[in-house]
């Protein structure tokens, strides 16, 4: 398991949690929060953490709860692009664990990292996507792609590396 990794925000970064909290505070909803910080930073810095806990007067104990509890959280930075690998049943049978093992080793991830170098891609392994007839699936960011061998894998993780490679021209 991937631990928090303790990164130093900019004071631009520590301003747009201020502006969050303002924005959102109103709700007194600490999913919310968590959730527009999740979607400002592609994860919860722990900074956030103790913000939110001296805002809300909750205990950092509590954030730290709802954090791990739901799967759409994560206090780590992620890639820009969330691959999941179903491990679905009908995905399993249809050799899904092989594939995985081969998309990480394309990407150079070993067993303990779940992003690349380059925060361009995530990989999650994730016990069903729902998609069991195009087994074996897996989803990038919110789309589906199924019936899949390593060479379709790897045309889509390209796609994606060219399409977020595009974007910082």
């Known amino acids: 398991m991937q631990t928090q990794e303790t990164v130093a925000l900019s004071g631009e ?37 103790h913000y939110l ?34 491990n679905g049943t009908a995905c399993h049978v249809g050799g899904s664990k092989v594939l995985g093992k081969k998309l990480r080793s394309y990407l150079k991830l070993d ?6 170098e380059d925060k361009v891609f995530t990989v999650q392994n994730v016990a069903c996507l729902g998609c069991c007839a195009l087994a074996p699936a897996m989803m990038v960011n919110d789309k589906v792609y199924g019936k899949l ?8 993780v390209e796609s994606y590396r060219q399409a977020s490679e595009n974007e910082e021209l």
Not at 17 to 38: A, F, G, P, V
Not at 149 to 156: G, L, N, T
């Open 53 to 86: 806990s001296e805002k809300m007067h909750v205990a950092e104990s509590h954030i730290y709860g709802v954090i791990t509890f739901y799967a759409q959280f994560s206090t780590i930075p992620v890639g820009k692009n969330i691959i999941k690998i179903c």
């Open 13 to 49: 970064e520590m301003e747009m949690i201020d502006n969050i909290y303002e924005e959102y505070s109103h709700s007194k909803s600490l999913m919310i929060l968590l959730q527009q910080i999740q979607s400002e930073f592609g994860y919860v810095p722990e900074y956030a953490i």
């Open 111 to 116: 067993e303990e990292s779940e992003t690349t």
């Open 149 to 156: 061998d390593i060479d379709q894998v790897k045309s889509v």
